[in-house]
């Protein structure tokens, strides 16, 4: 059974860095992988998408320059880099896992390519 689990958010200012992380377990398999976000008030929202060997990423046009998506497949982790912090960017973070079509036949960006979802992780962000 895949299980994954969203670690490190937590409340920053404007300006600063956080990386969260996406912990897989429950399987040897590397799959194609998204983050999404969600803050109160607002639809979930697309951030970034990596492939599973990390040589295709995509990111949503509102985190491009400022996020960096990774993913280190030893350790079966995904990594979300994000770097000059807005209040916007406040919101519940979740990584997901696509394994079923490696984006052969679905949208990176659309979260029904999605079938299996982490808890989430809270990112705060004050001025």
């Known amino acids: 059974q895949v299980q994954l689990v969203e670690s490190g958010g937590g409340l920053v200012q404007t300006g600063d860095s956080l990386r969260l992380s996406c912990s897989v377990s429950?399987?040897?398999?590397?799959?194609?992988m998204a983050w999404f976000r969600q803050a109160p008030g607002k639809e979930r929202e697309f951030v970034a998408a990596?492939?599973?060997?990390?040589?295709?990423?995509r990111y949503a046009e509102s985190v491009k320059g400022r996020f960096t998506i990774s993913r280190d497949n030893v350790k079966n982790t995904v990594y979300l880099r994000m770097d000059s912090l807005k209040r916007e960017d406040a919101a519940v973070y979740y990584c997901?896992?696509?394994?079923?079509?490696?984006?052969?036949?679905?949208?990176?960006?659309?979260?029904?390519?999605?079938?299996?979802w982490g808890q989430g992780t809270q990112v705060t962000v004050s001025s």
């Open positions: 997901a896992v696509d394994s079923r079509t490696n984006w052969g036949s679905s949208a990176y960006d659309t979260g029904t390519t999605y079938d299996i």
């Open positions: 429950g399987t040897f398999s590397r799959y194609a």
């Open positions: 990596i492939s599973r060997s990390g040589d295709s990423i």
